[in-house]
């Protein structure tokens, strides 16, 4: 069974930068045609697609914050991660499996950063 | 980007009873391959959000058949046959046609 969990610090400086971690178990983040990514989730905006890496490696990002975000991987640790330049976005940050065309069929649990001083 | 709205944001029904959630799109979600990607999710109190509906009407593994999904274009309905107390939470409407993926606002479910 595939499962995802985030980690990373809960609390953020402003204007920092915020970088999580998501573990998959139960699948390779290198086979198949899946993307593996990032969607937050704040009172806010609601729920927002960061971005993701393919299995290949391949990036896309949302365009409104492409600027600030990097999304990487760990092969050898089945890791994959965020950086978000400038926090100033208190959110909750899911880790997510994409099967194409930003299609989330799987969720982590969640992780809640705070930005704040 | 396309731009999700969902009606009503609040949705109190009685147990047993139906109920509907709509949500349009701000632009045709027919994509050039000729697929409709628009899914449901549903976000119970406290849990990440759970696919109930990939590509409008194709349920999950797992997900009773109370739940259906319909629509083609711009217009689509989630439809519960008989609401159940399990059924509270938050339903999310979400298209993947143009990229980023963005989701509807959300529309609350409770029993009445």
């Known amino acids: 069974q595939l499962q995802l969990q985030e980690s990373g610090p809960a609390l953020v400086q402003p204007s920092e930068t915020l970088s999580l971690t998501c573990s998959v178990s139960?699948?390779?983040?290198?086979?198949?045609?899946?993307?593996w990514g990032w969607v937050r989730q704040s009172p806010g905006t609601g729920l927002e697609w960061i971005g993701s890496?393919?299995?290949?490696?391949n990036t896309h990002y949302n365009p409104s914050l492409k600027s600030r975000v990097t999304i990487s991987r760990d092969t050898s640790k089945n890791q994959f991660s965020l950086n978000l330049a400038s926090a100033a976005d208190t959110a909750i940050y899911y880790c997510?499996?994409?099967?194409?065309?930003?299609?989330?069929?799987?969720w982590g649990q969640g992780t809640l950063v705070t930005v704040s001083s | 980007d396309v731009v999700m709205t969902q009606s009503p944001l609040s949705l109190p029904v009685t147990l047993g009873q139906p109920a509907s959630i709509s949500c349009r799109s701000s632009?045709?979600?027919?994509?050039?391959?000729?697929?409709?990607?628009l899914n449901w999710y549903q976000q119970r109190p406290g849990q990440s959000p759970r696919r109930l509906i990939y590509?409008?009407?194709n349920r999950d593994s797992g997900v009773p058949d109370r739940f259906s999904g319909s629509g083609s274009g711009t217009d689509f309905t989630l439809k519960i046959s008989r609401v159940e107390a399990d059924d509270v939470g938050v339903y999310y409407c979400m298209q993947g046609t143009h990229g980023p993926g963005t989701f509807g606002q959300g529309t609350k479910l409770e029993i009445k």
């Open positions: 590509k409008v009407s």
């Open positions: 890496i393919h299995s290949s490696g």
């Open positions: 632009q045709s979600l027919v994509k050039t391959n000729g697929n409709t990607y």
């Open positions: 139960g699948g390779s983040i290198t086979s198949g045609s899946y993307f």
């Open positions: 997510v499996r994409d099967s194409g065309s930003w299609d989330v069929d799987f």
